[in-house]
């Protein structure tokens, strides 16, 4: 019964709710971000995170950064056709 009530006309409109929510959101997002621009002292601090970053923080980060629909999708495939050396790309990129 829940999707028919969704469905019906009125139902696409943001309400006064929806809206004091989705302003609350960016205005913590903009006083979060002002407060580490505060912090910060230069843009090399910004970029090397303060030489601070740990081992798995950077390994994390790269691996999110390469992760994509096409490992999913494509190199699956591509595995499948041409074997493991579709993999060795991948683990080059650790070095």
């Known amino acids: 019964m829940l999707p028919l009530i969704l469905l019906q006309a009125g139902a696409t409109r943001l309400g006064t709710v929806d809206l004091a929510i989705v302003a609350l959101y960016f205005v913590a997002v903009f006083a979060i971000g002002f407060y580490f621009i505060r912090r910060g002292r230069s843009t090399a601090d910004y970029f090397l995170a303060s ?8 390994g994390a980060s790269l691996f999110s950064a390469n992760i994509g629909s096409e490992h999913f999708i494509g190199l699956a495939g591509s595995g499948a056709a041409s074997g493991l050396a579709v993999g060795h790309f991948e683990w080059l990129a650790a070095l």
Not at 51 to 58: E, G, L, M, Q, V
């Open 51 to 58: 030489r601070d970053a740990t081992w798995w923080a950077i």
